[in-house]
T-cell receptor, first 111, second 117 residues
Framework: QKEVEQDPGPLSVPEGAIVSLNCTYS??????FMWYRQYSRKGPELLMY????GNKEDGRFTAQVDKSSKYISLFIRDSQPSDSATYLC???????????FGGGTRVLVKP | GAGVSQSPRYKVAKRGQDVALRCDPI?????LFWYQQALGQGPEFLTY????????KSGLPSDRFFAERPEGSVSTLKIQRTQQEDSAVYLC???????????????FGPGTRLLVL
């Protein structure tokens, strides 16, 4: 069983809808939580990062962390076709620098 | 102001060949990471450098994989005697490496797509 689980999708939504993504993890040592977006044949780019349990908002993006349930979420409001990509959750332990990624969820936003 | 660059972008190798993948990090970035991304999967950590020192190589899958960063800037990932299971995208990332608490953004390159036939 992988340390970080993520539904691979694809998740298809109409333009303007809310996209809801999530990851679960098994290792309570993970303290930092990130969401990356990866377009086809490109490297991942950081969208959001959070440390504490609760919500963090940045424009159309909201990240949630529930450490007690070992569950993180990303919501994308007013989705656009340009949001079509693979979304990767990533986590890091307090000590160390390496990131542990989920498998990624492919999102398709249809005009 | 260039980002992380990687070369070659695509590499086709016959099984048993040696390959070398290059990473040019963002200028001034102390930390450099290599990840392997299989098709349809998330990236998996291979190894980490701080300047020229390789501080973590726990993710290298076998002794056929070797990475170096001799002058603390450009890094090379070498794979000897390539196998079909080595086919993947190899991603390089760099970060400032200030050591400040919290999350430092890792900036990823576009990757090298390796296909072993």
């Amino acid at each position: 069983q992988k340390e970080v689980e993520q539904d691979p999708g694809p998740l298809s939504v109409p333009e303007g809808a809310i996209v809801s993504l999530n990851c679960t993890y098994s290792n309570s040592a993970f303290q930092y939580f990130m969401w990356y977006r990866q377009y086809s044949r490109k490297g991942p780019e950081l969208l959001m990062y959070t440390y504490s349990s609760g919500n963090k908002e940045d424009g159309r993006f909201t990240a949630q962390v529930d450490k007690s349930s070992k569950y993180i979420s990303l919501f994308i409001r007013d989705s656009q076709p340009s949001d079509s990509a693979t979304y990767l959750c990533a986590m890091r332990k307090a000590a160390g620098n390496k990131l542990t990624f989920g498998g990624g969820t492919r999102v398709l936003v249809k005009p | 102001g260039a980002g992380v660059s990687q070369s070659p972008r695509y590499k086709v190798a016959k099984r048993g060949q040696d390959v070398a993948l290059r990473c040019d990090p963002i200028s001034g970035h102390v930390s450099l990471f290599w990840y392997q991304q299989a098709l349809g999967q998330g990236p998996e950590f291979l190894t980490y450098f701080q300047n020229e020192a390789q501080l973590d190589k726990s993710g290298l899958p076998s002794d056929r994989f070797f990475a170096e960063r001799p002058e603390g800037s450009v890094s090379t990932l070498k794979i000897q005697r390539t196998q079909q299971e080595d086919s993947a995208v190899y991603l390089c990332a760099s970060s400032l490496g200030t050591g400040a608490p919290g999350v430092e953004t890792q900036y990823f390159g576009p990757g090298t797509r390796l296909l072993v036939l």
